[in-house]
């Protein structure tokens, strides 16, 4: 690639950031529909949290079936480092590619069922995921390293030895965790199939079961469950082995300290605002099954201190999003203001409350409480400006009702 072509690549990026979210629908509809996606990936790469804000309905696409389960541990080629437990994001094309190369004949079925289909359709991809991770997991163990791997990737053949043990571990189970995060079960049932899944990674111990528990804990509702599994693998083995729960555990705890210390931003940076309030419930619910588990002072200490940070990167991540999507809006629309643009305001009001509600499970009642009365006093005092040319006084109540209930809305009304 010529410095020109760089610098031509690096342009149309930032154009991708600058779009509207109505041109970044377009951009990335085309991306999708290339037959080869080649250096196109790199584009929405900057854009990844709003697309998932955006919620676009993407295409079940080859490469995209073969790692979607892996999608929690891939990271930016960048921030990859062999001692940790992600997957390259610049790995995905190559590796898709030799695969697909390797199954020959048989990608013509998987291609079938998965024509027209999306994502989110669990059934499609459960079947086509059934006819390809198996033979991925068989080929990947023992394959040569693909072709132009270091053009592609800047990373070296014993680096593609260390991916690929990752990916044949998650391919291997990939069957199994996508049904019992399909297929809801009795939680006895669900524990057992967790330990099932567990126990050849703990076996191993050390990195293969770090990454299959941060595969589950993301992919599965039930994270105490799966963590209860653990204990039930660790409980049925002797030595030293057993032992390896208990680093796992505090190498979870690791993670999520490094991630607490990132702050707000970071801490929920691969979620779009909409999706953020579940990143954060599922991170409290996290800490709480860890405090289940690690019954040690310092294991306790330790999860209390991250919960705090949490807490404080939350909180200001609230009190920021406030201002931008409720606040600065609502003083523009306070003159004149469409019906799109009401509508848009009580979304970013519910999305807030969403966020607020989940993140309470950390701590910080007392600012949101504040913060949010603050928001509906100036939603109030709007009427004395002229605003009914923009917002009436309906649209005032509803937004008041939605950030601090009936009360305040009915209080609202009667003042008027």
């Not at 009702?401 to 209080?411: D, Q, R, S, V, W």
Request: aromatic share 4%; net charge neutral.
């Amino acid at each position: 690639m010529t410095a020109s072509d760089k610098t031509t690549i690096t342009a149309v990026r930032q154009h991708v950031v600058e779009a509207a979210d109505r041109q970044l629908v377009e951009v990335v509809a085309l991306i999708d529909a290339m037959s080869d996606r080649g250096s196109a990936d790199a584009l929405v790469v900057p854009v990844r949290a709003r697309l998932k804000q955006l919620r676009l309905r993407r295409p079940l696409r080859f490469s995209r079936l073969l790692f979607l389960p892996l999608d929690s541990v891939i990271v930016p080629g960048a921030e990859w480092r062999r001692a940790a437990i992600g997957v390259p994001r610049t790995a995905i094309n190559p590796i898709s590619e030799a695969i697909r190369g390797e199954l020959g004949a048989a990608t013509r079925d998987i291609d079938a069922i998965i024509r027209d289909r999306a994502v989110d359709e669990c059934d499609a991809v459960l079947e086509a995921g059934s006819r390809l991770w198996p033979h991925a997991a068989e080929r990947i163990a023992d394959g040569p390293v693909p072709n132009n791997w270091n053009m592609h990737t800047g990373l070296q053949a014993e680096d593609y030895k260390a991916i690929a043990a990752r990916l044949r571990w998650v391919w291997s189970e990939a069957i199994a965790i996508e049904r019992l995060a399909s297929e809801p079960c009795e939680a006895e049932t669900h524990i057992e199939a967790v330990a099932t899944i567990l126990r050849e990674p703990a076996a191993a111990g050390g990195q293969p079961l770090n990454l299959m528990l941060e595969v589950l804990l993301k992919r599965l509702p039930d994270q105490a469950g799966v963590l209860r599994a653990l204990r039930v693998v660790a409980t049925s083995r002797r030595g030293d082995k057993a032992a390896d729960a208990d680093t796992a555990l505090r190498a979870m705890l690791d993670r999520l300290d490094v991630d607490a210390e990132r702050g707000a931003q970071e801490v929920f940076g691969g979620h779009g605002w909409p999706s953020a309030g579940v990143a954060v419930s599922r991170a409290a619910s996290l800490l709480d099954a860890l405090s289940d588990e690690i019954r040690t002072p310092d294991g306790l200490k330790r999860i209390d201190a991250i919960r705090r940070k949490l807490d404080v990167a939350c909180r200001r991540r609230f009190v920021g999003q406030l201002g931008d999507i409720l606040l600065a809006p609502l003083d523009r629309c306070a003159t004149t203001a469409s019906a799109t643009e009401v509508e848009t305001l009580e979304t970013n009001a519910r999305e807030l409350r969403r966020f607020e509600a989940a993140s309470r499970r950390l701590g910080g009642g007392e600012t949101y409480d504040a913060a949010l009365r603050a928001a509906a006093n100036r939603i109030a005092a709007l009427n004395g400006s002229g605003a009914d040319a923009g917002l009436t006084l309906a649209d005032r109540a509803r937004l008041v009702e939605i950030i601090c209930g009936p009360e305040a809305a009915l209080a609202l009304l009667d003042a008027n």
